[in-house]
């Protein structure tokens, strides 16, 4: 068995990348725009689809210019099915199109389009701020799960998160299935980037890969 240093080293190399830097935002400029990103991505991430897939959607977001709650919100509902259908959401582009205006439409009228309003209202108590992500239609806790684990790169009241699916494929690797545990092995910069590589190694099915490389 390798050590738990050469399994990290290598989950880090195949799969350290973050959804949010694939995504192509920085989260480490805190300013509305990438937060509604990602927030974007979420309520994505939470429809019955591969995660390939709302990456794909999340992009075509982008693609049609729609990177702010003003944006979105100027945009019609027909616009908003055709890219999302075109994007590979053929059996829920409407159901989502419709989640995407109800999710953008509280974010305004709740925090005036700006998630750090969220945050200040959540008063460094990631428990509020998942209850409060949880909150817009079409979020739930696996949406709210991953803005979490990719807002730490910016909001410390996060860090060390990790959830469900990262802490299973950590369990199955045979690292410890302890956020604080985890986060003692890598940087504090480094850490979202393994909390991503360990749902993406759950994802692709690679615990016996990443295994295997570790021992080579």
Not at 33 to 52: G, K
Not at 72 to 81: I, V
């Amino acid at each position: 068995m390798a050590s738990q240093k050469r399994i990290i080293e290598a989950l880090m190399q195949r799969h350290g990348r973050t959804f949010a830097s694939e995504l192509g935002v920085d989260l480490r400029k805190n300013t509305p725009s990438p937060l509604f990103r990602l927030l974007c991505y979420s309520l994505l991430t939470s429809a019955p689809i591969s995660a390939d897939l709302a990456m794909r959607g999340a992009r075509a977001m982008a693609a049609a210019g729609w990177t702010t709650p003003r944006k979105l919100q100027a945009s019609d509902w027909a616009s908003r099915a055709r890219v999302l259908n075109e994007a590979g959401y053929a059996r829920v582009d409407e159901k989502t199109a419709t989640q995407l205006a109800d999710m953008n439409a509280e974010l305004l009228d709740t925090y005036a389009g700006d998630l750090r309003k969220l945050r200040e209202a959540a008063a460094g108590s990631p428990k509020a701020l998942r209850k409060r992500l949880k909150a817009f239609k079409g979020i739930g806790g696996t949406g709210a799960d991953i803005f979490l684990r990719e807002i730490q790169t910016a909001w410390d009241e996060c860090y060390p998160y990790a959830d469900k699916a990262a802490l299973s494929a950590a369990d199955k690797l045979g690292l410890k299935a302890d956020a604080a545990k985890l986060a003692n092995k890598v940087s504090r910069e480094d850490y979202p980037r393994l909390m991503a590589a360990l749902v993406r190694c759950k994802l692709a099915k690679d615990t016996q890969g990443v295994l295997e490389a570790a021992k080579a």
